[in-house]
């Protein structure tokens, strides 16, 4: 199906936007007047411009408080369309969009909406343009799909036909179905948004929190279902208002918008992508770092052993039981310290979780960066993490071990300290989740390509209260919990640095990682006694079970499935380690202890 | 009355909570639980540092799901709470806030939460501490105060009391004239926020948008007054969460937060406060600046004349009718360039005016700068601006101008270019407006600034759209026009860019004016011919009156009251002029004509 992005759902001007939408595969542009009437470029210049990067114009937006008025009333508004009709012409659209109107002077009076609607689109017709009638869902009369189709069916003309739009019709909880019921030749245009589930004023919903298909509570798939069946064949177009992407740089958001519409059509059957391949497990985590000694202090205390150097570049493996953890200290580096730069996904299918990511816009990355290495499947993240598509140990496929050739095969190298490997291979070790820091205006862009990509499940969105601002967090993961990402942003586009990237490292005794982790001579994040104070308030322990955690700086945290435990390194650069006791049903990461963490993290850093 | 804040309301540490509350001059904290919980300090120390800053701890806030439980469920209940008693004994808080159940457990049963709450108070009393009760809006089965209160009173022990809180109350639409009914000595705790008036899920609405009495919509006076009929006399305490000043400094909003409780006791009367003097026009505007050229050259263009420079500074008063403008090339100019810097109003008594916003902690400046100035009032807005009370040729109070001796008692030095007096007189040039860019943390602070200092009265907030976010304006203005300030903010706390600071002269013949502006060298912001075939298509004109327009970038609105047209000069560091032609009855700024200006202004800047 044809695709197709209104200009007010992309920040800049007009060009940026064409720009943008074109970029990203669309194959047209509604042109909100606004952008137009703010605009260096006539229109026929626009119109040349669109030619150009492959776009065609599919409506010019929005009309409005044109009918059920007095006569005198109505004789200005024809005056105002036939210029809008003559501007549309030099514009080469010809679909225009007429809201229903808002306007005191409007009457409740169908009769007089439909004979006045016939009216316009006689005059539309003469310039070769449709009328497209919408009902908003803060119209004065005329608030439903079903009623403005009722007035478009009575004033029977053949340049007058509907526009849905399904923010409007799902806002107000009405019934989809009924769509089946309009000629599939009458619905001139389709315009889609999504939008969170929250209970607010309807109109301002609409213009500040519509967000693209699939980032809201909205079943947008289930509406454009009930569309297709009508034999529509017009372009799914996106129309969003969004106080955050009106902010955004174009290109990513345009990006985004288009991925939304991809599954969209795959949801509906009307594209057939790639199957999703859901990583099975976290076969590493890289660090990129400008030096590698605190970062492998750390590692070393946490009982990491380095295992094997990449035999190319300067990236060694760190290792403990199931976690590999990549420390590189390679031209990507950068001097504000240790960063989560990467991370490999164990996939069942490398080839074809890549192939769904590229068909999903994800950015491809080389498969070889020089010619011996091991080809890897990678993509990029919307937040630039570089995603490797892998396999650990499966003959069938390439390792990507291969390119540390002291691991393949052999036994690991020993422990720079020392520690004998046996004692590593007691605590199976394995990462947890991953905590990422977001963009702060792509967050919801972030859970999207996550779900669409990777195919994993994002949860409830929390607030978290950190002492400078509300941040945002929301998981994704597997169902089987074998690949946990934390999605975090700040609570200001200014605030990178409350928050950072960590590691969570699963343990099956977190008093006993943590003891040992001291006695290498790691530090904890100090947690306040105040907090104990709380935790004994709320929870009944066993013997000794409080006063340890106490000691030793363990959070604790209880839901329906059972327990979790879990403690803190201090901060390298922008990254950090958590250790992790879960119990088997516990589904969360700890949230409630969150603002303890965050508050520590704030105390422990330099005076300001 | 003592005033009191609870610590969620301000940003930050604890400890910079309380610095904050402190300065800004509160007697009174409430201590959040989560505030002592992540903090290093032990509740000794707390109560220590409260002590130090003088402040008391009148509130211990929240306990939560306490009330009509099983029996099982409340032994635990009573568990917590004993901690939390002993917690409060040492932090030296005497009242707890118990807030009404939100919990599955809890029963609809009035009696079991009359009388389980009385065994908490006979518990908390133990340790001298009482038991404050409030509805919460969105309670499970006690919701409102009067609910509340009924149970209370039930439940008929001496150590319980009820909450009131303003949010709870008002939000729900109850008529609080029923406080009345509640012996004053039962109410142990007065809770105030306000709200901006937004149809929202109320939960949401009061975890992220309350804000400070006199910043919402709701008649919190109205409230109080009823509270005292009864004879409370605790604290007037705020609480109020809100995602902005979360991440604002605490010192500013302490400031803020203490002046709504000076404005709100101003208002029931419980405080005599120097009355308000509203200032009756703008003596002057005055722009700092690191080179006074590019200014300069757009004055002169405008048809000021230099009349006369300060005897001490480097400080040029530009005069034009009964605009004057002062050019300051002194120590405080920046390298980012020209800006406003300070506003000299009209003041029928400047001292007086001082005298009310010093009461109202707006920081005073010094009269003199210099031994031989003239002593002048003045006091610093939110944003910085400096705002001076003046006199301008009234013989009983010192003239601001004596200190430019070309000025008074002579005639107005020539023009630098030489055009006459008596052209400059024909058309009486006055500022209309002035614009300010606020800092964005600091928005809703600023009208209630300029409503409580200046007398002056706030309109509605307007969302415009500049090609990069969403800008929010609200304009402040005395009865007469005389004086109007527009309060603009950009979309995110890093925009401060998208818009600068603009001053607005009024012009009887905005048509004569930009001419004379473009014949001397002016150049005025292009406005885009789309603006213009819109503008013919809405509007009808006099003969050649639309093409002049669009010959000379003239902008138009019209409301009910008559008609604005203007113009824009280009911008000179962070500021331009604008050049208004307001018929007497309009009442706005131009508002639909700004996302033209914003666009013309990104447009207009060197490619990114």
Redesign the interface.
Known sequence: MRTSIATVSL???LTEKLTAASRAGFDGVEIF??D????????EEIRARCADLGLSVDLYQPMRDIEAVPEAEFARNL??AR??FE?MTRLGADTVLVCSSVSPLAEDDDDLAAEQLSRLAGLAREFGVRVAYEALAWGRHVSTYDHAWRIVEAAGHPALGTCLDSFHILSRGCDPQGIEDIPGEKIFFLQLADAPR????VL?WS??HRCFPGQGGFDVAGLVRHVLRTGYDGPLSLEVFN?VF??AEAGPTAVDAHRSLLLLQEAVGAVELPAPVVPTGVAFAELVTPDAEPVTAVLDALGFNRAARHRGKPVDLWQRGEARILVNTGPAARRDGARLAAIGLESPDPAGAARRAEVLLAPVLPRRRAPEDTPLDAVAAPDGTELFFCATGRPELPDWRADFPDVTGQEPAANTTGKAIEETARDATRIDHLSLTQPWHQFDEAALFHRAVLGLRPQESV?V?D????LRSRAVSDDDGRVRIALTVG?????DTAHAQHIALATDDVVTAARRFLAAGGLLL?V????Y??L???YEFAEGEWETYRELGILYDRDAGGAFRHCYTRTIGRVFFELVQRDPGYRGYGAPNA??R???Q??GRPPR
Chains 1, 2 share one sequence.
């Open positions: 920040s800049g001007s007047e606004n137009l009437l703010t605009g260096p470029l006539a229109p005056r105002r210029h809008k501007l929250i209970a607010m004023d301002q213009r500040h106080d009106r902010q607030d209260a002492p400078y601002g509300l609570a200001a586009p200014t605030d100090p306040p006694v105040n907090y104070d709380d004994a308030a709320r603002p303890v965050l508050a520590a704030h105390a």
